[in-house]
């Protein structure tokens, strides 16, 4: 059973669109995340949401929206993509926002061209 | 500011030997959690060890163990019988209660 999951695997797209990534958990988890893993293996966090609220928001461009329709789903929004996007993006989740271990997906590599 | 350094960018030990990966964080909390998380090639972050801050015990599973000094703020991975499985990427990360730091990563290749 896949506990996190991510959709799109892969997503190659010109410079300048607008993209989607999905994020789902069957954890029954109440905190979701997404990391950004640059081209340097470095992971950052962009933002966290617990029961659907944004909790943490990390300095990133204005273009990168998350959306969290419920507990279950945090999907990140990306406007007008730049070359500097590409990375891979993880989305993890816990069952709370303090002590708990937290379950990534498999991540979503993002080329923009 | 909180960090978290990996030394070693890439590592290599043959099959069944032990090898030991660094990591130092640095940090002004008292109470926290350590971790550390293995990327296969198949880039899923798995989670191999986490370790209390306010536990002395060092944690182990199974073939995994950690060296965690406190005082030093220190928290090492030691892979024991090493397999060709544990060819990785592994990233040492610190969790303050707030947000996660991580790692810039250890390369391990096991070589047969």
């Known amino acids: 059973d896949t506990a996190v999951s991510q959709t799109p695997k892969y997503l190659v797209t010109q410079m300048g669109n607008d993209k989607s990534i999905k994020c789902e958990q069957n954890?029954?988890?109440?905190?979701m995340y997404w990391y950004k893993q640059d081209s340097k293996k470095f992971l950052k966090i962009m933002f966290s949401?617990?029961?659907?609220?944004?909790?943490i928001n990390e300095t990133v461009p204005n273009r990168f929206s998350p959306k969290s329709p419920d507990k279950a789903h945090l999907n990140l929004h990306i406007n007008s993509l730049e070359l500097g996007d590409s990375a891979v993006y993880f989305c993890?989740?816990?069952?709370?926002?303090?002590?708990?271990?937290?379950?990534f997906g498999p991540g979503t590599r993002l080329l923009v061209l | 500011a909180q960090t978290v350094t990996q030394s070693q960018p890439e590592m290599s030990v043959q099959e069944a030997e032990t090898v030991t990966l660094s990591c130092t964080y640095d940090?002004?909390?008292?109470?926290?959690?350590l971790f550390w998380y293995k990327q296969p090639p198949s880039r899923q972050m798995i989670l191999v060890i986490r370790?209390?801050?306010?536990?002395?015990q060092n944690a182990t599973e199974n073939r995994f163990s950690v060296n965690f000094q406190k005082a030093a703020k220190s928290f090492s991975l030691k892979i024991s019988d090493s397999q060709l499985g544990d060819t990785a990427m592994y990233f040492c990360?610190?969790?303050?209660?707030?947000?996660?730091?991580f790692g810039s990563g250890t390369k391990l290749n096991v070589k047969p």
């Open positions: 993890a989740s816990s069952q709370e926002t303090v002590k708990e271990t937290q379950y």
């Open positions: 949401y617990n029961n659907k609220e944004l909790i």
């Open positions: 954890l029954g988890h109440d905190t």
């Open positions: 370790q209390e801050a306010y536990k002395q």
């Open positions: 990360a610190f969790d303050n209660f707030n947000k996660f730091y």
């Open positions: 940090t002004s909390e008292n109470n926290y959690y």
